[in-house]
């Protein structure tokens, strides 16, 4: 696996990227802020200066990694139900959530442990 950056929505989102053309990307959601950011891991990411740093993040906050492509169940903004991009993967798990990043999460003290 080799590990890419990538932009969605004018972030970098790192993924791994697999010889067969899947990927893996890591994403920490809030269920009750109905809020999500990009990730390089469940335990850490890259901060600003590159360096990894541990999330330290309130139980609220929960870790998902997803392998694209995958199938799904198909519906209206899927017809053919396959996850195929990271647009996909967020209209699908996070549409009703609000893109964030790992610095404004910090900045409220609720967010952490």
């Not at 989102?13 to 990307?25: E, L, R, Y």
């Not at 890259?46 to 492509?69: E, F, K, M, N, Q």
């Amino acid at each position: 696996m080799q590990k890419v950056l990538v932009k969605f929505r004018g972030q970098n989102v790192p993924i791994q990227w697999d010889k067969d053309g899947s990927f893996t990307v890591s994403i920490m959601t809030s269920l009750n802020q109905k809020k999500f950011f990009f990730t390089d891991g469940h335990a850490s990411f890259d901060g600003p200066d590159g360096h990894l740093i541990w999330c330290g993040l309130a139980s609220d906050w929960v870790p998902i990694t997803s392998r694209v492509p995958h199938p799904v169940k198909p519906r209206p903004k899927l017809p053919d139900g396959m996850v195929m991009t990271i647009q996909d993967l967020v209209e699908i798990y996070h549409d009703d959530e609000q893109l964030t990043t790992y610095e404004e999460v910090i900045k409220d003290p609720k967010n952490l442990k």
